[in-house]
């Protein structure tokens, strides 16, 4: 089993930055890469970046590319998120995969593990 608890997130302003974190502990040794995703209200699920457990190979959402970025740090997954905008406003979830279709963790059902899921709101 692997756990993923999730930090970060919050109120800001439009332009403004967070940061998320995702910590994963139990058998993460099992892993073979960590997500992101986020959900607006009324909307579905929707992919945002991606990173191998390793740390290396990494993809970002074209929506978000450019503003925001995935990096890993021991057991913690970060999803830095700059010059927001208030359609950024959505519940943000991190997930664990203990492998990798061919989409390469751009699905929700390649994923094996949840974290809690973290609130982000934008003001504009």
């Known amino acids: 089993q692997v756990q993923l608890v999730q930090s970060g997130g919050g109120l800001v302003q439009a332009g403004g930055s967070l940061r998320l974190s995702c910590a994963a502990s139990g058998r993460t040794f099992s892993l073979y890469a960590m997500g992101w995703f986020r959900q607006a209200p009324g909307k579905e699920r929707e992919f945002i970046a991606v990173?191998?457990?390793?740390?290396?190979r990494h993809y970002i959402a074209p929506s978000v590319k450019g503003r925001f970025t995935i990096s890993r740090d021991n057991g913690l997954v970060y999803l830095q998120m700059n010059s927001l905008k208030p359609e950024d406003t959505a519940v943000y979830y991190c997930?664990?995969?203990?492998?990798?279709?061919?989409?390469?963790?751009?699905?929700?059902?390649?994923?094996?593990?949840w974290g809690q899921g973290t609130q982000v709101t934008v003001a504009s």
């Open positions: 997930a664990a995969g203990l492998a990798i279709g061919d989409s390469w963790g751009r699905l929700e059902g390649e994923y094996d593990y």
């Open positions: 990173i191998r457990w390793n740390g290396g």
